[in-house]
């Protein structure tokens, strides 16, 4: 029995708020069952499988309204697979990063291979965010556009004047639920658990002819590359509408059945408004609340998918995620390394800014009884 019980008619349809993975939908669940489950089994090398694989190919490309010649890769292992990837099959001799949070800070780590000289790191304290700027002799400028760790989002725009570089965007948290420009960056990669609601064990990344070049340009020179860490490999098995091992066809069927879904909602711009509308219900709330704040002080810093609610120290904030989870409403903790006393909560597309409204009215009762 829960300390304290939040009245039932307060609470959400569905109290899932976690960072990742992130909800999915009833009707995609309901979809895998009807539909999925029949391909469960089945070889990722034949149809249907490379069939559905093509579908989120060309859905991607719709979505992000991919300028002529950007191509969608698929590959095993999740964003951090990639990283090292990017290190063996897209970094030519020296990178730099911006850093605001835990995951560019580890992109930046994979950076500092032995072949390649040291990254330039381009870091800001969390809750706020720094800009990359031009620099001679880098070929490669990374950055994150959310960093989920710390709710902070960063604008995907070119370095004025790097013309030779790339730019690659760690989007994995942002994908799907921020409007952009793709022409804007390079390779703007991802993780499929969260604006995506599917699963872990797959990273996908749209990448420009410049940076399919490069792909190519450093696979035929004479460094290893490990075959699972090979873009070149990856390219070519995403050109035959599979990946290099076999994936979770499971996740692979709930992407496709978001991205579908999401398309025909209106696409990217319909997504974003949808994540602003729940992230501007919390930041709303904490802006006028005595007790809370945003962390994020400032606006244009603010992400519309991962919100970060610092509280006064007189409130116990994990305590109150403690009752909320125990009364079914789950994973408002804050990211474990940053330690301060608040809330996180993911606003991705598949949450229903209702459910949102109903979170904010389970707080304000906790923080009222406990």
Known sequence: MPELVIDPALLPKDGRFGCGPSRTRAEQLANFVSEGAALMGTSHRQAPIKDMVGEIRQGLLDLFR??????????????????????????????????HGEFGSKFASSLSAPWLESPTVV????????????????????????????????????????????????????????????AQTDVYYFAPQKNFASDGGLWIAIASPKAIARIEE????????????SLKVALDNSRLNQTLNTPAIATLFLLNDQIKWMNSQGGLSWAAARTKESSDLLYNWA???????????NPDHRS?????????????????AKILRANGV???DPYR??????????????TEPSDVRALISCIDFVLEHM
């Open 66 to 99: 991919a300028p002529e010649g950007y191509e969608v890769i698929l590959g095993n292992g999740g964003s951090t697979a990639f990283w090292d990837a990017a290190a063996f099959s897209l970094a030519k001799r020296k990178a730099q990063a911006l850093v």
């Open 123 to 182: 870091k800001a304290d969390p809750g706020s965010r720094a800009e990359l700027y031009l620099e001679p002799g880098v070929d490669l400028y990374v950055y994150p556009h959310n960093e989920t760790s710390t709710g902070v989002i960063a604008p995907v725009v070119r370095v004025v004047g790097a013309d030779d570089a790339l730019m690659l965007t760690d989007a994995t948290s942002a994908a799907g639920g921020v409007d952009f420009d793709l």
């Open 218 to 229: 450093i696979a035929a020179s004479d460094r290893y590359i490990p075959e699972f860490l």
């Open 287 to 297: 802006d006028n609340h005595k007790l809370a704040k945003p962390f994020v002080s």
């Open 304 to 320: 519309q998918v991962v919100v970060t609610i610092d509280f006064d120290e007189s409130v116990d904030a994990a305590k109150i």
């Open 330 to 332: 789950v994973d408002t």
């Open 337 to 350: 390394k940053l330690g301060r006393n608040q809330l996180r909560v993911a606003t991705f597309v598949a």
